[in-house]
Nanobody, 125 residues
Framework: KVKHVESGGGTVQAGGSLRLSCEAS????????TGWFRQLPGPGKAREGV??????????RYSDSVKGRFTISQDSAKNTVYLQINNAKPEDSAMYYC????????????????WGQGIRVTVSS
């Protein structure tokens, strides 16, 4: 079974940086595509994909809203995937979740499983 535990959330000023960590356990074959997602505050807000990485070939993908500011990476020895947030914006404030699936062909939240408990990121203006 796969389990994810997120850490590193908190409050950062606009323009600042933050690094989120997602420590995983379980077979890599089940979590080959590990992604970061976020859910903005407010009723009815859906989760959106932020970034994903293929743990085997290292390929990455990003949503347009974070491209150039966020970087996803991995430390395979630590079974950890990171999300580096640079030039943070108030609209990045959200609950951030880590999840995975067996391949990265579709970056749709509904297709991902093994969700972590989530961590809050707040960007103050």
């Amino acid at each position: 079974k796969v389990k994810h535990v997120e850490s590193g959330g908190g409050t950062v000023q606009a323009g600042g940086s933050l690094r989120l960590s997602c420590e995983a356990s379980g077979p890599t074959s089940l979590r080959r595509c590990t992604g970061w997602f976020r859910q903005l505050p407010g009723p009815g807000k859906a989760r959106e994909g932020v970034a994903a990485i293929d743990l085997v070939d290292g390929s990455t993908r990003y949503s347009d809203s974070v491209k150039g500011r966020f970087t996803i990476s991995q430390d395979s020895a630590k079974n950890t995937v990171y999300l580096q947030i640079n030039n943070a914006k108030p609209e990045d404030s959200a609950m951030y979740y880590c999840a995975a699936r067996f391949r990265c062909s579709d970056f749709v939240p509904e297709l991902f499983t093994y969700w972590g408990q989530g961590i809050r990121v707040t960007v103050s203006s």
